[in-house]
T-cell receptor, first 115, second 115 residues
Framework: KNQVEQSPQSLIILEGKNCTLQ??????????LRWYKQDTGRGPVSLTIMTFSENTKSNGRYTATLDADTKQSSLHITASQLSDSASYICVVTEVFSGGYQKVTFGTGTKLQVIP | DAGVTQSPTHLIKTRGQQVTLRCSPKSGHDTVSWYQQALGQGPQFIFQ???????QRGNFPDRFSGHQFPNYSSELNVNALLLGDSALYLC??????????????FGPGTRLTVL
């Protein structure tokens, strides 16, 4: 079982609408949780990064929240645009002494925004 | 700053052949990680290089090997290619540990197709 699960697996929304993507994790504690946007065939691009103690982080139309009690994070996209069509990946990083990191990727949510 | 660059962009090989993929990290970054991303899946960690040595390794066979050069650039080598090695290979770099929010930057990836 993946330690970072995302839902829904895929989502289709109309342009201009809002949507929320979910990430449930079992990795705890962790150093940071990041949301990445990945266009098809391209490398992931970081949207937001939150430490274990942060609750929310915004980047333009993207707002990420974190609830350490329920081990859930969400990515809210407002006023969606066609260019938001991509896969969104939740990534949890544990940092150990000596700089070693364990990075766990979520299963991803494929978002399609239609006109 | 060119960010993380990878070459080639696309590559087609046949079963049994060997392939070398290249990555130049973002300026100032000294740690390079390689990931394999099959179509529709999240990235899977292959290994990480720091100070020209393999520091961490994921669950990949010895057919996958790498190298880091003094200028921090890195190569990923795959021997005896299998059809299942077809994937997007991502390189990610990060700088000296700067705390819990140091971010990995991903390259655009190399799309490998094994026929």
């Amino acid at each position: 079982k993946n330690q970072v699960e995302q839902s829904p697996q895929s989502l289709i929304i109309l342009e201009g609408k809002n949507c929320t993507l979910q990430c449930n994790y079992t990795v705890s504690p962790f150093s940071n949780l990041r949301w990445y946007k990945q266009d098809t065939g391209r490398g992931p691009v970081s949207l937001t990064i939150m430490t274990f103690s942060e609750n929310t982080k915004s980047n333009g139309r993207y707002t990420a929240t974190l609830d350490a009690d329920t081990k859930q994070s969400s990515l809210h996209i407002t006023a969606s645009q066609l260019s938001d069509s991509a896969s969104y990946i939740c990534v949890v990083t544990e940092v150990f002494s000596g700089g070693y990191q364990k990075v766990t990727f979520g299963t991803g949510t494929k978002l399609q925004v239609i006109p | 700053d060119a960010g993380v660059t990878q070459s080639p962009t696309h590559l087609i090989k046949t079963r049994g052949q060997q392939v070398t993929l290249r990555c130049s990290p973002k300026s100032g970054h000294d740690t390079v990680s390689w990931y394999q991303q099959a179509l529709g899946q999240g990235p899977q960690f292959i290994f990480q290089y720091y100070e020209e040595e393999e520091r961490q390794r994921g669950n990949f066979p010895d057919r996958f090997s790498g190298h880091q050069f003094p200028n921090y650039s890195s190569e990923l080598n795959v021997n005896a290619l299998l059809l299942g090695d077809s994937a997007l290979y991502l390189c990610a770099s990060r700088g000296p540990a700067s705390g819990s929010t140091d971010t990995q930057y991903f390259g655009p990836g190399t799309r490998l197709t094994v026929l």
